[in-house]
């Protein structure tokens, strides 16, 4: 169980924090979003989370701080991790061609794809498949998926330009599973979230307390739909570009982990070469990609990283306050998690309204985050 701290303990304005509170609730109130959950925590000590509207849509029950949330593309930087054990195993290396683990992969120029453009989007694969809302109308398993992708071809050279890239954690996922002999919800679990006591936390909801599930807003293009987030086809599907189920409280586990370096609690998951590696700026210097792209984004391993080279750069998600060297990620579910290494601070806004992003709440409320600290 974790331990809560009182906001000045830790260096953090209570004051600026109950307006970050007032703002969440004033938004559940407004209806902008149908509920949310948040978690900050700073020098390795978390405040108590606090929790917003209700886990259901037609409202009624109070969302807890311990509600369950699908965090669609956060589960990203999860995929990676996975495949960085094994790099740190010896069992895996950055600059592997993915045609050598996977011969069915190297086709239609993607011969020349390495294992870090997956963790990195500079492979050239595209977001997701063309026929990918066909393929999930007919509930087809992830490894339909997966061999459709073996025939994709590249929008660009691999290594030459950044394009966010849901088939490349697909495909990094199927490299895990290959190489460590294991399903990836498994090695998940048995080498990430076990360890660091993320019971509430699967890729997949299988093995989870359903009922404490919260139903994300799918609006009504996929409301009724047998396919959508909220039905039993994709909670078992497992996605490792946006299948993973968590709380607030789990996932600062895991931020916390890699501002420590890899250990938390007294328990080591990652050495502290592989936190450093995947929180570094794998793109921002690389010559081969037009100076136009990459000074609008910056990518670690798995990560987003905070940037501010040019007026339109940056992930919105962290808001305008963070340091540089903040490392994060957003999920088309509402959800964003970021970690400020400077500043020893953590911070995980679970909401189930996709357009919190582009409503500017999730940008908004980082803000207000990032401006208690005292």
């Not at 589960?75 to 061609?97: H, N, S, Y």
């Not at 307390?209 to 039993?232: F, L, Q, S, T, Y």
């Not at 590696?277 to 391993?301: C, F, K």
Request: with cysteine; charged share 20%.
């Amino acid at each position: 169980m974790l331990t809560y701290a009182e906001p000045a303990a830790v260096g953090l304005d209570a004051d600026q924090l109950a307006r970050v509170y007032a703002y969440l609730e004033s938004e559940a109130a407004a209806q902008h979003i149908p509920g949310a959950a948040l978690l900050v925590a700073r020098h390795d000590e978390p405040v108590a989370p606090r929790a917003f509207g209700s886990p259901h849509l037609a409202g009624g029950t109070p969302m807890r701080p311990e509600n369950i949330f699908l965090v669609a593309s956060v589960t990203k930087p999860l995929t990676v991790t996975a495949a960085m054990l094994l790099v740190e195993r010896g069992q895996l290396c950055l600059d592997e061609l993915v045609g050598d683990i996977i011969p069915e992969f190297a086709s239609k120029g993607k011969e020349t794809v390495r294992v870090r453009h997956l963790m990195s989007h500079t492979s050239g694969l595209p977001d997701m498949l063309p026929d990918n809302q066909a393929l999930r109308e007919q509930h087809q398993p992830l490894s339909e998926f997966v061999k459709r992708m073996y025939d994709l071809e590249l929008s660009f050279p691999p290594g030459t330009n950044i394009q966010y890239q849901s088939c490349g954690l697909a495909i990094l996922g199927e490299i895990v599973e290959r190489r460590a002999g294991t399903r990836l919800p498994q090695f998940l679990r048995t080498e990430v979230f076990d360890p660091l006591g993320m019971h509430d936390t699967g890729l997949g909801a299988a093995g989870l307390d359903h009922a404490r599930i919260a139903e994300v807003n799918v609006g009504p293009d996929m409301e009724g739909k047998d396919w959508n987030w909220n039905m039993p086809y994709w909670w078992n599907f497992g996605a490792p570009w946006g299948g993973m189920f968590t709380t607030v409280s789990d996932f600062y586990r895991l931020l916390q982990m890699f501002l420590n370096g890899g250990e938390f609690g007294g328990v080591r998951v990652l050495s502290p070469a592989t936190t450093a590696v995947m929180t570094r700026d794998h793109t921002s210097d690389n010559p081969q990609i037009p100076a136009e792209v990459r000074y609008r984004q910056a990518w670690g391993l798995g990560w987003g990283l905070h940037w501010r080279r040019h007026p339109t750069a940056g992930w919105p998600y962290f808001g305008d306050l963070t340091a540089p060297g903040t490392f994060g990620h957003g999920g088309a579910t509402g959800t964003v998690v970021w970690a400020d290494p400077a500043r020893e601070l953590v911070c995980v806004i679970f909401t189930t309204e996709p357009s919190a992003l582009n409503q500017g709440i999730l940008g908004r409320c980082s803000n207000l985050v990032a401006a208690s600290i005292i």
